[in-house]
Antibody, heavy 118, light 109 residues
């Protein structure tokens, strides 16, 4: 079955770090590009970061300099290292990818919740 | 950075047609994708490249894009279509990345 499974979310205090994982199955995560998209409670979707098959990385201005996206091809997994977390980083974090060669997100994981609170 | 503007809510009776707009500066020059998100679920792609439907999406879902406005049209609306809908484009200017509209809550009366 083709799917994405996120993990690693939890409750942390402001200023702390967290690493999210997104494991792919049924396809290779290094073929096209992988993205993280987050959703604050009761709010809309916000794109966070992207990594291309060639390794190029892009970030939303809101996380630039604090978050790092990287990939382990041997584990078919993409990660989001989140440093210097802020209260406004709280939300459900999805990984998403275009499985069918488009540049639209036609596959999403179920999401992992990150709560930043003191 | 690029901004997409959607109405917060749209309400239609069952069997009618719902139109959800997505406004952006010269958005007609970009490819627009649309996602449906039901409560407690991950988003699902319903329209890509302005007007194409992924397999499994009913023909009742259609899209258009021209000038400063893209539109998602849902014909013969059903109770199961009640959800939040988001448009999305790629911003290839100085701040490269995906841009989502603020989302529209479709209520089936």
């Amino acid at each position: 079955e083709v799917q994405l499974v996120e993990s690693g979310g939890g409750l942390v205090q402001p200023g702390e770090s967290l690493r999210l994982s997104c494991a792919g199955s049924g396809f290779n995560v290094n073929v096209n590009f992988m993205s993280w998209v987050r959703q604050a409670p009761g709010k809309g979707l916000e794109w966070v970061a992207l990594i291309y098959s060639g390794g190029g990385m892009y970030y939303a201005d809101s996380v630039k300099g604090r978050f790092i996206i990287f990939r382990d091809d041997s584990k078919n997994t993409v990660y989001l290292q989140m440093n210097s977390l802020r209260v406004e980083d709280t939300g459900l974090y999805y990984c998403a990818t275009p499985v069918n060669g488009k540049d639209a997100f036609d596959m999403w994981g179920q999401g992992t919740m990150v709560t930043v609170s003191s | 950075s690029y901004v997409l503007t959607q109405p917060p809510s749209v309400s239609v009776p069952p069997g009618e047609t719902a139109g959800i707009s997505c406004g952006g500066n010269n958005v007609g020059s970009k490819s627009v994708h649309w996602y449906q998100q039901r409560p407690g679920q991950a988003p699902v792609l319903v329209i890509y490249y302005d007007r194409d439907r992924p397999s499994g999406i009913p023909e009742r879902f259609s899209g258009s894009n021209s000038g400063n406005m893209a539109t998602l049209t849902i014909s013969r609306v059903e109770a199961g279509d009640e959800a939040d809908y988001y448009c999305q484009v790629w911003d290839t200017s100085t701040t490269y990345g995906a841009v989502f509209g603020g989302g529209t809550k479709l209520t089936v009366l």
